[in-house]
């Protein structure tokens, strides 16, 4: 699906969730983009959007370590991320409360250089998320797995919420 225009949102969501699910047991590797040969949370949630059509950047230059959270001071993970949508950041990826299927959710925790987003998912059916984490990709409910244990977690919408639908189309 190339170009996501022409769906339905709820196509869309499904469509999100099918491709993230043929990445289930993909191995973990850090930095990898690469469908059963590896790929880390961040590159699941770029690839999968982009597959579908609603990231349009295809390669990332930026390189960042394994253990790059614990060295962050902003939100790199997140911006990463949403730097990646087709329009700007508030248009694309809005935060909301809402954990609907294929919607974003990302684990903000607190360290000693503050508050930083350092992993995520996409949502398949409340609470499961499909993520990346070692050993490989899998279907985790967040109440339970330890990678979504000890901090907030944050909910991202790729499509406009419904007042956004609205103040577009009046224009």
């Not at 967040?142 to 419904?162: D, I, K, M």
Request: charged share 20%; aromatic share 10%; with cysteine.
């Amino acid at each position: 699906m190339s170009d996501q225009t022409q769906f339905t949102e709820s196509q869309q969501r499904a469509a999100v969730v099918a491709e993230a699910r043929t990445w289930l047991r993909t191995p973990y590797h850090h930095m990898g983009r690469v469908k059963n040969a590896g790929c880390d949370c961040y590159t699941l949630l770029l690839e999968v959007f982009l597959k579908i059509g609603m990231f349009t950047a295809a390669m990332e230059a930026e390189v960042y370590p394994p253990d790059w959270f614990l060295h962050a001071t902003d939100d790199h993970y997140k911006m990463r991320i949403l730097r990646h949508a087709r329009e700007m950041v508030e248009s694309f990826c809005s935060r909301t409360e809402m954990t609907q299927p294929g919607n974003v959710v990302l684990l903000r925790a607190s360290g000693k250089r503050g508050s930083i987003d350092m992993h995520g998912g996409i949502i398949a059916e409340w609470p499961k998320v499909i993520h990346a984490a070692p050993p490989c990709v899998n279907l985790a409910d967040v109440r339970y797995h330890p990678a979504f244990t000890g901090g907030r977690l944050e909910f991202y919408s790729p499509w406009p919420s419904q007042n956004q639908k609205e103040s577009t189309s009046n224009v």
